[in-house]
């Protein structure tokens, strides 16, 4: 039995917020939510979600 590879990684915006991220489709560019909310798109593979309760 192969292994799965892990091909999508979400941005930092759609990870925190446990959204599905469309950045894989254009790579280059902003995912469709960032771009709509104007923040930076970036991937970061070591980002761990804050919790939002205070």
Do not use: I, W
């Amino acid at each position: 039995m192969r292994g799965r590879k892990r091909e999508h990684t979400a941005c930092v915006h759609c990870r925190q917020m446990k959204l599905a991220c469309d950045r894989y489709k254009h790579p280059t560019k902003s995912c469709s939510r960032c771009l709509r909310t104007q923040k930076p798109c970036s991937v970061n593979p070591e980002f761990k979600r804050e919790s939002r309760r205070m």
